[in-house]
């Protein structure tokens, strides 16, 4: 595969809410290339966050894409809030609806990119039939719900099974991604990764999206 850029996708999951205009803008400066949105309904996943009226005030805050993950139940019944609030990309979990097919296009007929993520105990093998329609695959490297937790090497071979499905589409993946690990990923075949918990962790945001950057480097 062509040397691609590197896109950094930081996860407001790990900021501090209580500053998060200013996290953003202190984010977005670091050269964040897109904002990974985490929303969580306590149903998909053991845990809350955010939602539209949220997502459409960071709109106001920043001009890079809004990274939109969607850890929901029945995701088709908010696609449509989440592109008024100012979605650039909506990804959704192929294990939350029985209609994906349905979904990816009614995403893009809003206007918006769409993409779809698999859970680490989900199988390539779930989006063989949407590869080809999708802006963007997000592979998870770890069970959803918590920031911070340790990424799970088998993902690896996940990751460049499905770059071989996808050409030059977006693979981003989501999980424990650190500057350690984030060597392998890239070279495993991601272009966008997400990283909450190691940049918002790190006392120089900046240096912090440059080391995970600087992991495509070594990609041969
Ligand atoms: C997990 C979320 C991730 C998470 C990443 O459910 O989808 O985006 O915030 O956090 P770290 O980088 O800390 O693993
Ligand atoms: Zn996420």
Redesign the pocket.
């Known amino acids: 595969m062509p040397e691609q850029k590197i896109k950094i996708s930081p996860?407001l999951?790990a900021c501090d809410f209580s500053r998060l205009g200013e996290e953003i803008r202190a984010i977005v400066t670091a050269g964040a290339d897109m904002i990974?949105?985490?929303i969580m309904d306590g149903h998909f996943v053991p845990n809350i966050t955010f939602g539209p009226p949220v997502v459409a005030k960071l709109r106001s805050h920043c001009s890079v894409p809004l990274?939109v993950?969607l850890?929901i139940e029945r995701p088709e019944d908010y696609v449509e809030n989440f592109v008024d609030a100012g979605a650039d990309i909506i990804?959704f979990q192929v294990e939350a609806t029985r209609h994906p097919h349905r979904l990816i296009r009614r995403i893009q007929e809003l206007g918006c990119k769409a993409g779809i993520?698999l859970n680490p105990g989900t199988p390539e093998t779930a989006i063989t039939y949407l590869a080809d329609m999708v802006d963007m695959v997000?592979v998870?490297s770890v069970n959803?719900g918590f920031g911070g937790q340790a990424f799970i090497p088998e993902m690896l071979e996940k990751i460049a099974k499905i770059r071989a499905m996808i050409g030059e589409r977006d693979l981003e993946v989501?999980?424990g991604i650190d500057e350690n690990v984030a060597p392998a990923v890239v070279k495993a075949g991601a272009n966008v990764l997400?990283a909450?918990s190691y940049i918002f962790s790190h006392h120089s945001y900046q240096e912090a999206v440059q080391l995970l950057k600087a992991a495509g480097n070594g990609r041969d």
């Open positions: 996860s999951l990974h949105c985490d990274d993950h850890m990804t993520v997000l998870m959803p989501d999980g997400v909450g």
